[in-house]
């Protein structure tokens, strides 16, 4: 049966629906926004913060440096000293919170917070919480996402890692167009620019360098990792991008023992 | 009686001790901390917006500058268009939202919200939520501690910007012991640096540019009002922080004509 125009027209139409339909439903663009929000949630996770801990520090400047969570949850359940125990302050600090309940308890000087101000305490501590179970159900949901969509990048180095890669080059298809040089520098940009503009030293990693192996080693080293990471990566990329086979486990070996070889050489 | 020499140590200990409470339990600090508060959220608020907008965007490309409150409400209740009706999203837009929700139901090549992403979606917009009830809590609380602490300066300029003032002088005696010029210009002063550094136009009001008094006229209006209008606050500061007396009635009547006259002059 032959179509007419009118068909033809309407069948194209609908072709041209399915493949943007399915480019936005493929798993790149959910996976860039929940790296991007990730991020963006880690700033604003620390604005709060230092904003709980100027504010509340006023009347508990014995607590510092105790971390975001730890934060909130005191100020949760403590408008006086009274309000909590040395053991209570243990469960949420360790160790160390019996000492610092111990200082609390001992300085009288202490100005009272007002009811109006606690509450608005509360609510910035409740903010930090919302935001940090979010952080936490994004992680998962990449973590997961990540492992469907880069299988094979996603065995060598961490999901979010993977994640920021993946959310730097764009789409799958554009990561794994990059030689692995581009790779390497992926996240370095600004730094690439200096370079090239003012011919600073050029840059030796971006978001790689976030990898624990390569962040903890040695100057000379963490160039060199870089380097073998990305290679391997590239490679993993395209697998993902195009052949969809796994082959992860063979770059893996070649990987580690690339990485063998890096740190025994020293620096 | 005669004091010995340790009831007088204990006395004078405790003298001091009330004294630093005292200055804590002013009304400067929690009148300080929780404008800051209120401009960091105002800040982090513009963070998730902007998240919400270019992840949901995605979904929904046809909502767009409807304002974060409006974009929070309509993510908790839409994961598919069928979620909502004309009536309910005309509920939250106002007229507007029938025709963007016609437009919505108009397309039919939208990609589907998944189950995961949805729920981080609505995780940002119950911050949004929290985020924006904090910061009415915050508003009304300044509102009514603001014209406690500073019942002169408030009565001339709005609360929020009168705990701006305040916070950038650090303390209401600070902000007492300054003279109009300095007034004119806190908030500016990054401008001032600029302006003694690198011989730029030296600026012509700080915080009070955010009078809607002055940020409506025209340029050269704009510095004659902040002049006359710091002349007043820089008064009624003295007021507030010395002699405690009311005597913004009249300060305000003054500022009325003087005003008045600027407008009439023109540019």
Excluded: C
Aim: no cysteine.
């Amino acid at each position: 049966m032959k179509e007419n125009r009118e068909e033809k027209r309407r069948r194209l139409i609908e072709q041209s629906k399915e493949t943007v339909s399915e480019a936005y439903s493929s798993l790149d663009h959910p996976i860039m926004q929940a790296i991007n929000t990730y991020k963006e949630i880690e700033k604003v996770r620390g604005i709060i913060y230092e904003r709980m801990e100027e504010w509340y520090g006023i009347y508990f400047p014995e607590l510092k440096n105790v971390g975001q969570e730890a934060y909130a949850r005191i100020i949760t359940s403590m408008k006086n000293p009274e309000d909590m125990t040395g053991e209570s302050m243990k469960e949420i600090l360790g160790e160390n919170g019996t000492v610092i309940y111990d200082s609390i308890r001992g300085s009288t000087t202490r100005p009272k917070l007002g009811d109006k101000e606690y509450s608005a305490l509360k609510d910035l501590a409740d903010s930090e919480k919302n935001l940090s179970a979010l952080q936490k159900a994004l992680d998962s949901y990449m973590e997961e996402s990540v492992k469907k969509a880069l299988p094979n990048i996603s065995y060598l180095i961490d999901h979010k890692i993977a994640a920021e890669l993946l959310a730097k080059a764009g789409s799958i298809d554009r990561l794994a167009s990059f030689p692995a040089s581009t790779i390497q520098l992926l996240g370095a940009e600004k730094a690439l620019f200096k370079h090239l503009k003012f011919g600073s030293k050029p840059p030796k990693y971006g978001v790689l360098y976030k990898l624990p192996q390569i962040s903890a080693a040695s100057k000379k080293q963490k160039g060199r990792l870089a380097r073998v990471y990305a290679t391997k990566i590239s490679i993993a990329s395209r697998a993902d991008a195009y052949t969809k086979r796994f082959i992860a486990d063979k770059l893996k070996e070649q990987l580690d023992k690339a990485v063998e070889r890096i740190m025994k050489r020293g620096d």
